[in-house]
């Protein structure tokens, strides 16, 4: 079997280089890493994670925990932490996280019993107080936890979330400069983070405009069919409004096929906006205006993160707890367009008649 003693033979390079860039060391250059991967694949190289494994007393392995897998939200992010992960020879074990709570309990349990390295955890939904109770637990025994769009204020683990609060509030304020008068929301569970920081971007902007209606707002899930039944409730009860804004991208998917049900056209009838930037979205006609959170790029600076967390000696234990913000961008789409005039010109008619 090769050794790294091969490879730095072939590579013409010392074996404290060939250690440093199988370790994913940033240290080295580029030309220096692609030479001695070319070294280990001519000598074929296998690297023994169990020998690593015993000497350093570390698995090399993340457990990642998703919301669920099956929605489009995750798998950017999913292909980020496996990159970052990749790149630093760990290996990523994804726990889906859609089942019942106790479910995450389990596989909390289940993680620990594999003995991984370190928890990535993201989604949408909510962490029980026993779940924290072990998860925190957990913590103290070592492993390291990074949180990814989710506030886990009750213990120390570092935060990575997307500041999309700016490109909200430009393609809310987008929507008022067209003449938009009234702007409605779909959103999530209130008591979910992701759905209440939203709605709370969604309020402020309109305030500003004295556009805000409390009552233009519907809450509940954040799947496609929830988006369609939320929809059809809120045009059905508030008939004037003209342009909605949709917490995530499911359900501004759902929102898009209530609109075509109930016989309007998007934008002509009903602009529409979601956030998030998933893939599918590139597919629908018209394609439908986000928020891109770039979900690949916090996946891949999340694990970076979290990698740092389980090799730091303690040295830079405040530094990587540090809480992080990755950019976001509008991803622009076909669905945002002027109201339709006749629309406000029957409303008007209608307010004077009641007069």
Avoid at 142 to 166: A, D, H, Q, V
């Amino acid at each position: 079997m090769a050794t790294i003693k091969d490879i730095a033979r072939v590579a013409g390079v010392s074996t404290a280089t060939v250690s440093m860039v199988l370790n994913g060391k940033d240290c080295i250059t580029k030309k220096t890493k692609e030479k001695v991967m070319a070294a280990a694949r001519e000598v074929d190289y296998i690297p023994s994670i169990a020998a690593k494994s015993l000497k350093t007393k570390r698995s090399y392995t993340i457990a990642l925990f998703v919301g669920d897998i099956a929605n489009p939200f995750f798998p950017e992010i999913i292909k980020g932490v496996e990159a970052a992960a990749k790149d630093r020879n760990y290996s990523v074990i994804i726990y889906d996280l859609s089942g019942q709570d106790q479910d995450f309990v389990e596989q909390i349990d289940k993680a620990a019993s594999q003995k991984v390295d370190g928890f990535f955890i993201t989604g949408s939904t909510q962490i029980s107080e026993e779940a924290k109770k072990r998860l925190l637990m957990i913590a103290d025994s070592g492993i390291k936890m990074i949180s990814c769009n989710r506030f886990m204020e009750w213990g120390e683990f570092p935060l990575i979330y997307t500041s999309e609060g700016e490109q909200v509030d430009g393609l809310l304020s987008k929507l008022a400069a067209l003449g938009h008068k009234h702007i409605g929301c779909i959103s999530g569970y209130p008591e979910y983070w992701v759905a209440e920081r939203r709605e709370d971007f969604y309020r402020k902007t309109l305030e500003q405009y004295g556009l805000y209606h409390p009552e233009y707002i519907v809450n509940g899930g954040f799947f496609i069919e929830d988006g369609i039944r939320n929809t059809k409730k809120l045009l059905k009860e508030q008939p004037q409004i003209t342009a909605v804004m949709c917490v995530n991208d499911t359900l501004a998917i759902g929102c898009n096929a209530a609109a075509r049900e109930l016989g309007l056209k998007v934008p002509e009838d009903l602009s529409i906006f979601g956030v998030d930037g998933v893939e599918c979205l590139k597919y629908f006609a018209p394609q439908i205006t986000t928020v891109d959170t770039h979900r690949y790029e916090y996946g891949y600076k999340g694990t970076v993160r979290l990698i740092e967390l389980i090799e730091d000696d303690g040295s830079r234990k405040q530094e990587l707890l540090e809480t992080m913000v990755c950019s976001c961008s509008i991803q622009q789409g076909d669905t945002i367009a002027p109201p339709r005039k006749e629309k406000y010109e029957n409303e008007e008619r209608e307010i004077k008649e009641e007069r």
